[in-house]
């Protein structure tokens, strides 16, 4: 079975800092990985995803991600944390012939303070 | 383009009562989904529809259910609500052949007494 852990519920940086937020993932089959990022009473907007490939991946607002298969791993990074950057950030997990479901972690929060 | 819209945005039900969330995209998409999210459990899926006329059960399906309208709607109905529905709700959809992103709506934050 799928799941997704995320290290740390609540994660926070200085502003200019790096981000680094923590996904591991435990699958039987080849993942497929995706970050989100949710705002305050928003939906989740899709930061990248790794499908297959490069396993850096490059997303939106100078969000990376790299997929290191032997160790289960899928950490988002950022060089420089901004403070529009504080939102809650999931990690998903999903599978080819799985109609696309994807399986969450719990979500890291992160506070970025001037 | 509105992407994924849901309706109502907030709601107050007591317990026993019913209500249907309403969910439509505008991306011709496939497939469709529900999710409750709640604190420190990531979101969860309930019910999806792969593709119109068909819908299956997700990890949380008890005390709800769902019917896919058309290509566009996918409604979720609560018969009976309990407290521990108390959640916020978020439908989302995909599509195209592979492993596609779901694009997500707004959310409902519905709240039972």
């Known amino acids: 079975a799928q799941s997704v852990t995320q290290l740390g519920s609540h994660v926070s940086v200085s502003e200019g800092a790096l981000v680094l937020l923590r996904c591991n993932y435990s699958s039987s089959v080849p993942p497929y990985l995706f970050w989100y990022v949710q705002y305050p009473n928003q939906g989740l907007q899709l930061l990248l995803k790794y499908t297959t490939g490069a396993t850096l991946v490059k997303g939106i607002n100078g969000f990376e991600a790299e997929f290191k298969k032997s160790e289960t791993s899928f950490h988002l990074t950022k060089p420089s944390a901004h403070m529009s950057d504080a939102a809650e950030y999931f990690c998903?997990?999903?599978?080819?012939?799985?109609?696309?479901?994807?399986?969450f972690g719990a979500g890291t929060r992160l506070a970025v303070h001037p | 383009n509105a992407g994924v819209t849901q309706t109502p945005k907030f709601q107050v039900l007591k317990t026993g009562q019913s209500m249907t969330l309403q969910c439509a995209q505008d991306m011709n998409h496939n497939s469709m989904y529900w999710y409750r999210q709640d604190p420190g459990m990531g979101l969860r899926l309930i019910y999806y529809s792969a593709s119109e006329g068909t819908t299956d059960k997700g990890e949380v399906p008890n005390g709800y259910n769902v019917s896919r309208l058309n290509k566009r709607e996918f409604s979720l109905r609560l018969e009976s609500a309990a407290p521990s529905q108390t959640s916020v709700y978020f439908c989302?959809?995909?599509?195209?052949?592979?492993?596609?992103?779901?694009?997500f709506g707004p959310g409902t934050r519905l709240t039972v007494t």
């Open positions: 998903a997990v999903s599978f080819s012939g799985g109609y696309n479901k994807l399986i």
């Open positions: 989302a959809s995909s599509g195209g052949t592979g492993v596609k992103e779901q694009y």
